[in-house]
């Protein structure tokens, strides 16, 4: 017999432990190489396990158990034969005699008729109150929901009824469901709860706010939209816009673009974009590296994928990893004004809301126009006011008129087109 000792691979850099969220498969069962047998979650992202052998599995850790790196979770028996299909034998009891198929069903209609003759006073239900129980809780305006029965199989007695507390009016308790259940966090959520209450605790975090005239980039979709999306397979959203506008701004105002450890700073002349994209699994953070250098085409296309991965649970930890600056979109769930809570090591983070048409004063006259506010938030310990303010107006400014800020005055160039 051979077997193989599966072990927990490393997820990433600085990784050691993983919980094991979901056994995807049962012990005994068999499994074909590849195939996911498990859910890991880290303290970044929750992961496939699949199988490296064909072969029979034995489970060595418990769902919600944490383990080690390197660790082994599980046995697969690589000599043991796939076991054969049962589709034979359901195709032989399907060709069983009309005969033998009515001799095995009488009894069960007898059974039944049986059952319907027993008087109905010979058994109750849990939680059916006796007749005397029940002319009590009329009395009180109570109904057998709100008390537990003591009797046999959880029968309501005369006793339940006359100690049953009645609810005092307009208390939560007077009618409706009461239930309540418990789960586990997994450990992706508690590392993150541990995250987020860190830089409350530990950053000098403030938020500045503007707002951004949505109109040049709406006419900008509407006139190329068909066309780039023929052109390089992916749409022109609203991200590549904010992305260029970001990345803009941070090389005019490079301590935005840095992270604070102890007594240094760290400035980088690069700009990895942290974007967060909704999953399955929560908000995940997935990164486009070197986000200065890339097209409207290279940002759209980059999103998209990493977008996909996260709702396919196909993104690795690497891919969320070294973000310098991050934008997350509030506003695909309806949020009119927000403060982000900034992503550490990250000393910066921008906040995108809902497009609201609302009226603003243009040239002296009031005119309807998609707006949207911005937030963004800082370390306050790295980031001066007047950096803040500068760099979200410099975003504004980018957004507000795209064709001289980000296109260079020709925006079928810069789309490619």
Same mark, same amino acid.
């Given at each position: ?27 005994? /069962? ?10 890991? /979650? ?110 046999? /199989? ?5 006793? /339940? ?257």
């Amino acid at each position: 017999m051979s077997i193989l000792e599966m072990k927990v691979p490393s997820p990433g850099e600085s990784i050691t432990e993983v919980e094991i969220a979901t056994w995807l498969v049962q012990d005994g /069962d068999y499994v074909e190489k590849d195939q996911p047998i498990a859910e890991v /979650d880290s303290d970044k992202a929750t992961l496939e396990l699949p199988a490296e052998q064909s072969g029979i599995i034995t489970l060595k850790a418990e769902e919600g158990e944490v383990v080690q790196v390197g660790q082994v979770v599980c046995l697969i028996d690589v000599d043991a034969a796939k076991p054969a299909s049962d589709a034979p034998v359901a195709a032989e009891n399907a060709q069983a005699p009309q005969a033998e198929q009515k001799t095995v069903e009488k009894p069960e209609i007898v059974q039944e008729a049986k059952k319907e003759e027993k008087p109905a006073a010979a058994s109750y239900a849990a939680g059916t109150p006796s007749p005397a129980a029940k002319k009590i809780l009329d009395e009180k305006g109570m109904t057998s929901t709100q008390v537990s029965g003591t009797g046999k /199989d959880g029968r309501i007695t005369k006793q /339940d009824a006359e100690t049953a507390a009645v609810p005092a009016m307009g208390s939560a308790s007077a009618g409706g469901s009461r239930a309540a259940s418990r789960t586990k966090l997994s450990m992706l959520r508690r590392k993150l709860a541990v995250r987020l209450v860190s830089v409350k605790n530990e950053t000098a975090m403030l938020t500045t706010f503007n707002e951004v005239d949505m109109s040049e980039i709406f006419r900008i979709r509407k006139q190329y939209k068909d066309e780039f999306s023929q052109k390089h397979g992916v749409g022109l959203g609203f991200m590549s816009f904010f992305t260029k506008a970001v990345t803009r701004a941070l090389q005019m105002y490079p301590d935005v673009n840095a992270s604070i450890d102890g007594d240094f700073k760290t400035n980088y002349e690069f700009c990895d974009m942290s974007i967060a994209v909704s999953g399955p699994k929560g908000l995940m953070v997935p990164v486009l590296r070197n986000a200065e250098n890339m097209t409207f085409r290279g940002v759209e296309a980059n999103i998209k994928s990493l977008a996909d991965k996260v709702r396919e649970g196909g993104i690795s930890v690497d891919e969320m990893t070294g973000g310098t600056f991050t934008i997350t979109n509030g506003g695909v769930f309806g949020s009119m004004l927000s403060t982000p809570i900034i992503n550490p090591p990250q000393s910066a983070i921008l906040g995108m809301h809902n497009i609201i048409q609302r009226p603003v004063a243009v040239d002296g006259q009031v005119v309807i126009r998609p707006m949207m506010y911005l937030a963004m938030s800082y370390d306050h310990r790295i980031i001066d006011g007047r950096e803040s303010v500068g760099f979200l107006v410099a975003v504004k400014e980018g957004i507000d008129n795209p064709v001289e800020h980000l296109m260079n005055g020709d925006e079928r160039k810069a789309l490619e087109l």
